[in-house]
């Protein structure tokens, strides 16, 4: 199973902010698209990602006037992105060494989609079931 594979089902859709908007305002996106990270993107260019965990760290570090900041303040600025050919077992074993839950699909330097740890769960409990319902068959017709 592929990344391209996910995003096939899910669709390419990738929602992002450009790094002068204000924090509330990319918190607002968030919150209103029920997601836990959006891309910063400058032109067409990533520069970088605004997580549910950078907010959250950013808040207890100086608080609340921070959501009047403008994003690049805040944003992870070192982006680890995948290919639409990486497996997903890849994928799934980087985002926990480095610890993050949501990752841009990048071809030929294009931000060409978005996946998150909920989306590669998603997609392996529906193998699974795949997997159950054809040996089922298989018994059956044993």
Do not use: W
């Amino acid at each position: 199973m592929t990344v391209r594979s996910i995003l096939d089902s899910k669709g390419h859709q990738v929602l992002s902010v450009e790094p002068d908007a204000k924090l509330a305002a990319a918190v607002k996106i968030l919150g209103e698209k029920k997601i836990g990270a959006v891309l910063v993107m400058s032109q067409g260019r990533m520069e970088g990602i605004l997580s549910e965990r950078d907010i959250v760290r950013v808040l207890s570090e100086r608080g609340a006037h921070v959501l009047e900041e403008p994003v690049n303040g805040v944003m992870t600025r070192k982006v680890v992105s995948c290919r639409q050919s990486d497996t997903v077992a890849g994928i799934m074993e980087m985002m926990t060494l480095g610890k993050f839950r949501h990752l841009p699909v990048v071809e030929d330097g294009k931000v060409v989609g978005l996946i998150s740890i909920g989306d590669i769960v998603k997609r392996r409990v529906q193998e699974y079931e795949n997997e159950q319902e054809a040996l089922q068959n298989y018994i059956k017709t044993a």
